[in-house]
């Protein structure tokens, strides 16, 4: 199922192309700066950014899909990420990770069916001292149990 | 007007200290008292955070661990005046646990108002860029290489003679990279740099700069790590308005400039050669080696790529001198590493110590054993690709050439620990999972060999009952262990069978196995 990019949006990304083009190594940040405004990279931007950029669409595509920050499709109204590294399951992230997974009904990549959560798996928040931890938006929670997740995912099914 | 410290650093804000703030603030208007509230960054004693910390006379009063609903009852103590309080933890220069420490690296860190430019100069901020202005840029490289300092990103390259190597190179263009793709679970280091003292990192890379003679540095930043990338791109601006980075520095014909870069989400993307990739927009794929970036980096320059801690490092050194840093240390491991508790610790955090501390003097007294009470029965030390330790080896110090002896790494300081209710097996498996979702998919060995690693570890557990095939899969595994081992260009693919190895030589019954010792070990090393 395509998700065909509004006039809109194009042209906001045809706006970050001119203003990355000429930057070395411009590939990175062009990327980061479609997904922090559209929120995802749609096969649409490919075209523009080859011919701005002189890369085929393989090279593009190559690149998209390397990085695992970079969706290929919408979000979810809000990202919960999970850290599934060692500091973590050390401190039972494992018991939690199924619980968030079978309280919303969804697994890794997935979104709620009312669009407001979309689960990701995550490798290291840099929280290690706070195990377990999550990563909801741009905020980083420590010592999570299962309370205070279903605290943080109602607040922000209101928000 | 009374000073309130309340960390901002991303640990401490985890923690709730962005309420703890708003609640202090409040509780102060309320009460018609005027403070100056100063978001500094954290001391590191994160089993307490929100760490608050009032300026008395006497010195600066800790209360903690501080949320909202402590406050009211705060004021009624007068904890504005050091009040009497259970959350009164007296002076925080005479608390143990950092008392004990040696704070070179980390000397600010907790003090200071991270993006208070003036705050960092009058904690001895940019002395060592004075320095070494002072110097030529061989001079400058001298100092690095004589102070002892290795790479902390977890390789150990002496610094100096990588910085000497770029030095010597002619070329119209150089770079300095940092590496801020801090990916290792259990490390957190250079996320406190940056978030809690970035004109550290910043003088550290305008130093690097003008000792090789580059003009352009690359913070290769983790996407994980939103508040960092604030901070640091706070800091820069900061910097060059006072003319500490662009044109003429410090009125010297001096030019560096700095930028940020983000990285997408991609563990390997922490090795030098991939990161280079990455910065110049293509798969983080790595390179083979030779061309030394050194020599061939980014944008096929001479390039030094350092780790956060090891820039971070070089101002002290600059500052007080290369016998200075080299008197910390032991052996070959010279100065300080900031070591990193993490996982199932009472008290987790930041420890900065000179090298040829035990591992068990980290693990029970700073650490104050388990979280759970439970016995201590695995350490992985290093990250997700450093071996897990058993309690008979919690007396190695540490020390890059002691860890090596026990055929496990220190990497970037990062000590993940564990009770006896993990299971090594389910570890070994994780090493290998890990190891497949990152691996870059150049080297056969770490693409292919990291999922044949998990679905044989599989079997193991399945067999460990029956017993059917289960010594041939053990040898299974020792042998894919060898083939990435030696057949991986990189760490990633090298160095998986470090927790995999480990996790079975040390932990044979988790694996239905006697223990077999250290015996295995050498011969897989060997």
Sequence with gaps: ????????????????????????????????????????????????????????????????????????????KHVLQICRAESCQAMGS????????????????????????????????????????????????GRMDATKVAELISEARVT | MIKVYVPRDSSALSLGADRT?????????????????????????????????IETAKGRMAYAPVQPKDVASLFDADFLHGGTHTL?????????????????????????????????????????????????????????????????????????????????????????????????????????????????LIEGMTIAGIAVGATQGYIYLRSEYPHALKTLNEAIMKAEKAGYLGEKICGTTHTFKLEVRRAAGAYICGEETSLLESLEGRR???????????????????TVVNNVISLATVPIILDKGAQFYADYGIGRSRGTLPIQLAGNLKQTGLVELAFGATLRELLY??????????????????????????????DTPLDYEEFSKIWAVLGHGGIVVFDDTVDMA???????????????????????????????????????????????????????????????????????PYPVLSAINHFGEDFGLENKGLEKIKEVAA
């Design chain 2, 426 to 496: 389910k570890m070994a498996r994780y090493a290998f999972e890990f190891c497949a979702i990152e691996s870059c998919g150049k080297c056969t060995p770490c693409r292919i060999g990291s999922t044949r690693g998990v679905e044989v570890i599989d079997k193991i557990t399945a067999s460990k009952a029956s017993g059917k095939d289960h010594e041939k899969n053990i040898q299974l595994v020792r042998d894919l262990s060898d083939t990435m081992f030696n057949g991986s260009l990189c760490a990633l693919g090298g160095m998986t």
């Design chain 2, 88 to 200: 009164n933890l007296g002076l925080t220069e005479n608390i143990e646990w950092l008392k004990k420490q040696q704070r070179l690296t980390f000397a600010r860190v907790g003090i200071t108002d991270p993006v208070s430019l003036d705050d960092y100069l009058a904690h001895d901020g940019y002395k060592g860029l004075k320095n070494a202005l002072k110097l030529t840029g061989a001079e400058i490289v001298k100092v690095v290489t004589d102070s002892g300092l290795r790479g902390r990103g977890g390789a150990a390259f002496p610094t100096g003679i990588k910085w000497n190597t770029v030095l010597g190179c002619k070329s119209e263009q150089k770079y300095i990279v940092c590496n801020a793709d801090e990916g290792d679970s259990g490390t957190y280091s250079d996320r406190m740099i940056m978030e809690d003292d970035p004109f550290v």
């Design chain 1, 1 to 76: 199922m395509a998700i065909a990019l509004s006039e809109q949006q194009l042209t906001k990304i045809r706006a970050h192309i001119e203003a990355h083009k000429t930057m070395p190594g411009a590939l990175l940040p062009l990327l980061h700066a479609i997904q922090d405004d559209i929120g995802w990279i749609s096969e649409e931007v490919y075209l523009p950014i080859s011919k701005a950029l002189a890369l085929s669409v393989a090279e593009l595509h190559g690149v998209v899909t390397f990085y695992h920050h970079f969706r290929r499709h919408p979000a979810g």
């Design chain 1, 94 to 141: 494992e018991k939690l990770e199924a619980h968030i997974k079978s309280t919303l009904g969804i697994d890794y990549h997935e979104t709620t069916k009312d669009g407001a959560i979309t689960l990701e798996p995550i490798y290291c928040l840099g929280n290690c001292a706070c195990s377990p931890a999550v990563m909801m938006g741009d905020e980083v929670y």
């Design chain 2, 21 to 53: 703030a708003k609640a202090i603030a409040a509780e102060a208007a309320k009460r018609g008292i005027k403070i100056e509230l100063i978001r500094n960054g954290s001391r590191g004693l994160f089993w307490l955070e929100p760490f608050v910390e």
């Design chain 2, 365 to 394: 007294d700073f650490g104050g054993g388990s979280a759970t009470g439970k016995p201590i029965r695995a350490v992985q030390v290093g990250g997700p690709l450093g071996a897990f330790l058993p309690e008979s080896q919690f």
């Design chain 2, 284 to 302: 983080g794929q790595v390179r083979f080696k030779p061309p030394l970036p050194a020599i061939e980096g980014l944008f096929g320059k001479p």
